[in-house]
């Protein structure tokens, strides 16, 4: 597609469920990554892919949270026993290799848990 | 207009008057500078950005100005327009060689028409 897609938009969730975000990038684009966004606050980063693997996982804040990019292409978000205080909008963004910081961000997934 | 981020997170200005956003960074390491738009239920736009050996860098309508010894950004938007409307956020490269940006609070503008 033309920009970078997320599904769900949005997502409500119960305490302690396991919930799955998606990331489709730019096509083209070898690098990803994920950020997170809470109320009022700018983005706060999570993971950075190069191609298949993660370049970059310091910004996870704790083992629930885990992200794959098998194919290089699509990736997910995974965060298990979800808590309240993960709530928050989740921010994908590409860009080709090799074009500094110029990425693209998605429109992202709101996740609510309750 | 003007605003300076942390302090004055919002910043309202009337149609066709110039706009001054304010960041102050934290990291004097730092060598690479942007700034983004947020529209409400959107992500960050890329707007532009500024490398740390440059003190200017103009796009269109647009003005980011670099202060290295204060540590401080700022942006500039000529005639601002409505559609000028949204959160603005400072980003900087802390860990030059890494591939993350760490974002400011942001500031958010508002366009009286």
């Known amino acids: 597609g033309a920009g970078v897609s997320q599904t769900p938009s949005n997502k409500v969730t119960e305490k302690g469920k396991y919930v799955e975000l998606r990331c489709d990038p730019i096509?083209?684009?070898?690098?990803l990554y994920w950020y997170r966004q809470s109320l009022g606050q700018g983005p706060e980063f999570l993971i950075y892919?190069?191609?298949?693997?993660?370049?970059?996982d310091s910004g996870l804040p704790n083992d629930r949270f885990f992200a794959v990019r098998p194919e290089g292409s699509v990736s997910t978000l995974k965060i298990q026993r979800t808590e309240r205080g993960d709530s928050a909008v989740y921010l994908c963004?590409?860009?080709?290799?090799?074009?500094?910081?110029?990425?693209?961000f998605g429109s992202g997934t709101r996740l609510t848990v309750v | 207009g003007e605003s300076v981020g942390l302090h004055l997170p919002t910043l309202s200005v009337q149609e066709g008057d110039n706009s001054i956003i304010n960041c102050a960074y934290s990291n004097s390491a730092s060598d690479y500078f942007i700034w983004y738009k947020q529209e409400s239920g959107k992500g960050p736009q890329f707007i532009i950005d500024i490398r740390s050996n440059m003190d200017k860098r103009q796009g269109q309508r647009v003005t980011v100005l670099l202060n290295k010894t204060v540590k401080h950004l700022s942006l500039q938007i000529a005639a601002t327009q409505p559609g000028d409307s949204a959160v603005y956020f400072c980003?900087?490269?802390?860990?030059?060689?890494?591939?993350?940006?760490?974002f400011g609070t942001g500031t958010r503008l508002t366009v009286i028409p």
């Open positions: 963004a590409s860009k080709p290799q090799g074009a500094g910081y110029g990425y693209t």
């Open positions: 892919f190069q191609g298949t693997g993660a370049a970059d």
């Open positions: 096509s083209g684009h070898t690098a």
């Open positions: 980003a900087e490269n802390k860990n030059p060689g890494a591939n993350n940006l760490f």
